[in-house]
């Protein structure tokens, strides 16, 4: 099992450093406005992804896709309660919680459009 998901695991294992770890350790990334949502929606469209593209073969129609979808989105808002929790420099928000369910639904929406162009060899 962790073969198959070794990518997941890899994307999740950085994105819990990335939303646990303080901003000191971080850094700041200039100032542009709404740079981290940008990364919340970047960094949760590449584990949704991951999961497809791990997973394509398995998904028989778009209901298994969606339902499967609800992990990382459950993930998601987790890291942010830990955020308020947890961490001391690091609060959760709700826009993050927006941009992350953003960065997934637009994966399922790509892998939508793509999938009838998409050919398995068998």
């Known amino acids: 099992m962790i ?6 695991i890899l994307t999740t294992l950085i994105i819990i450093y990335l939303s646990l770890a303080g901003s000191l350790t971080i850094g700041q990334v200039g100032n542009i406005p709404y740079i981290d949502k940008i990364g919340h929606f970047g960094l949760y469209f590449i584990l949704m ?48 919680a927006i941009a992350n369910s953003a960065g997934i639904i637009s994966a399922i929406l790509l892998w939508l459009l793509y999938r009838p162009y998409y050919r398995t060899e068998n």
């Open 3 to 8: 073969k198959k998901n070794i990518f997941t």
């Open 49 to 96: 992804a991951v999961i497809i593209l791990e997973h394509k073969n398995s998904f028989r129609n778009t209901r298994q896709l969606i339902l499967i979808s609800l992990i990382p989105l459950f993930f998601g808002t987790l890291m942010e309660l830990f955020q308020m929790l947890i961490t001391s420099d690091r609060r959760g928000e709700l826009l993050d």
